[in-house]
């Protein structure tokens, strides 16, 4: 892992402000690290490309929500069937704060490759999300669906642009 750390990648405030022990076991941890050396340390390396070319800015990343343990995922209201609950997901944020470009960017870099799912979580009504959910493979393991979405209202639909 290049850009991020495990400590990154499991760190939530809401469980340790509730004393939740949320280390993952090895299988989890396994899948952290493939997703994380397989995805998403590419995409921050080619954000910071990205950011340079364009004077962005900051060029770093921040996971918001990386892996969620079954009682943390619960404490936050997650899917039952979250793929962060199996470390395949991460929701991202630029540290730059430019989501409008950051959302175009994921959804550009992504084009030619394999992942599940690709959300712009809670989109105002200029579609600006809050975060971009990016999962690299479905809780089955397996699938990757290459699904782009939108949540607007606490519904998913198409990603708009």
Same mark, same amino acid.
């Given at each position: 892992?290049?850009?991020?750390? +495990?400590?990154?990648?499991? *760190?939530?405030?809401?469980?340790?402000?509730?004393? $939740?022990?949320?280390? @993952?076991?090895?299988? *989890?941890?396994?899948?952290?690290?493939?997703? $994380?050396?397989?995805?998403?340390?590419? %995409?921050?390396?080619?954000?910071?490309?990205?950011?340079?070319? *364009?004077?962005?800015?900051?060029?770093? $990343?921040?996971?918001?929500?990386?892996?969620?343990? @079954? =009682?943390?995922?619960?404490?936050?209201?997650?899917?039952?069937?979250?793929? *962060?609950?199996?470390?395949?997901?991460?929701? %991202?944020?630029?540290?730059?704060?430019?989501?409008?470009?950051?959302?175009?960017?994921?959804? =550009?870099? %992504?084009?030619?490759?394999?992942?599940?799912? +690709?959300?712009? =979580?809670?989109?105002?009504?200029?579609?600006?999300?809050?975060?971009?959910?990016?999962?690299?493979?479905?809780?089955?393991?397996? %699938?990757?669906?290459?699904?782009? +979405?939108?949540? $607007?209202?606490?519904?998913?639909?198409?990603?708009?642009?």
């Amino acid at each position: 892992m290049r850009y991020f750390t +495990l400590q990154e990648c499991i *760190h939530s405030d809401t469980a340790k402000a509730r004393g $939740i022990d949320n280390t @993952p076991g090895a299988e *989890h941890e396994a899948h952290i690290v493939e997703s $994380i050396e397989t995805l998403i340390d590419p %995409l921050r390396e080619a954000w910071e490309a990205y950011c340079r070319q *364009h004077d962005l800015g900051k060029v770093g $990343i921040r996971i918001s929500s990386g892996y969620r343990g @079954p =009682e943390l995922n619960k404490a936050v209201g997650g899917s039952s069937t979250s793929a *962060h609950c199996h470390g395949y997901a991460f929701d %991202l944020v630029p540290t730059n704060g430019k989501m409008r470009e950051f959302k175009r960017f994921c959804r =550009e870099f %992504l084009a030619d490759k394999a992942f599940d799912q +690709l959300i712009s =979580e809670k989109e105002n009504d200029q579609g600006v999300p809050n975060w971009m959910h990016v999962g690299y493979k479905h809780p089955d393991g397996v %699938l990757q669906r290459r699904q782009y +979405l939108s949540m $607007i209202g606490g519904k998913y639909y198409p990603m708009t642009n």
